[in-house]
């Protein structure tokens, strides 16, 4: 019942920029954290950003600086800024959220991907 759906993902040349976005939808009591993830072929799956309920972010190392996370509360939606981007962040990009759907019951949900890629 609880769905994430990412858009935004395409083809970017280096040094551009793309948006990503990820709505949730269903029965969602509280949303606790919301991440994005990114999986490059025959590569592990790692976390790119994270945001919290109470607004405080994380991110990889290798995205500081160039990527932002940020939410709207109102529509249970994550978005990711992303700047001055390199071939190296070429991947499937997840959005990911732990949340409740009644004050006792918890689970993490993933989207089904949106692709990004970075080539001239």
């Known amino acids: 019942q609880v769905q994430l759906v990412e858009s935004g993902g395409g083809l970017v040349q280096p040094g551009g920029s793309l948006s ?3 709505a ?10 919301m ?6 072929p025959g590569k592990q799956r790692e976390l790119v950003a994270s945001l919290n309920s109470g607004g405080a972010t994380n991110y990889a190392d ?3 600086g160039r990527f932002t996370i940020s939410r709207d509360n109102a529509k249970n939606s994550v978005y990711l800024q992303m700047n001055n981007l390199n071939p190296e962040d070429t991947a499937v990009y997840y959005c990911n959220a732990y949340l409740y759907t009644s ?11 949106t692709q990004v890629t970075v080539s001239s």
């Open 35 to 40: 991440r994005w993830y990114r999986q490059a």
């Open 24 to 33: 949730a939808s269903g029965s969602i009591f509280t949303i606790v954290d």
């Open 103 to 113: 004050p006792s019951t918890w689970d993490i949900y993933w989207g089904q991907g």
């Open 62 to 64: 290798s995205v500081k």
């Open 20 to 22: 990503l976005s990820c």
